[in-house]
């Protein structure tokens, strides 16, 4: 089984960084693929980043390359997003998931079969 929890979202303004955390399964965590993926109303979740279970193959949307940056603490078992220039259209709930399996490029919500709560990112103009 593979708990996830994140942590780190919150306002702020155009322009501004956030980090967030999401804490994983002790037990479980260095086997598994991670991503995040986000979700605005009215708007189907949407994938944002994802990162092979030893951190050495990273995948993001086109949107938040250069910007957003995902990468992975397995001794802490915890996976990160760093957002740096961050927009008013990334604003969202921000999910971290996981899937056990091959690493790649898996996009869709439906390839992950774990997942956090949420945290919401809200970004003013």
């Known amino acids: 089984q593979v708990q996830l929890v994140e942590s780190g979202g919150g306002l702020v303004q155009a322009g501004d960084s956030l980090r967030l955390s999401c804490a994983g399964s002790?037990?479980?965590?260095?086997?598994?693929?991670m991503a995040w993926f986000r979700q605005s109303p009215g708007k189907e979740r949407e994938f944002v980043a994802s990162?092979?279970?030893?951190?050495?193959?990273?995948y993001y949307t086109d949107s938040v390359k250069g910007r957003f940056t995902i990468s992975r603490d397995n001794a802490a078992s915890t996976l990160f997003l760093q957002m740096n220039s961050l927009k008013p259209e990334d604003t969202a709930i921000y999910y971290c998931?996981?899937?056990?399996?091959?690493?790649?490029?898996?996009?869709?919500?439906?390839?992950?079969?774990?997942w956090g709560q949420g945290t919401q990112v809200t970004v003013s103009p």
């Open positions: 002790r037990r479980t965590f260095s086997t598994v693929n």
């Open positions: 998931s996981a899937r056990f399996g091959n690493s790649g490029a898996y996009y869709s919500p439906t390839d992950y079969y774990y």
């Open positions: 990162i092979n279970q030893i951190g050495g193959s990273q």
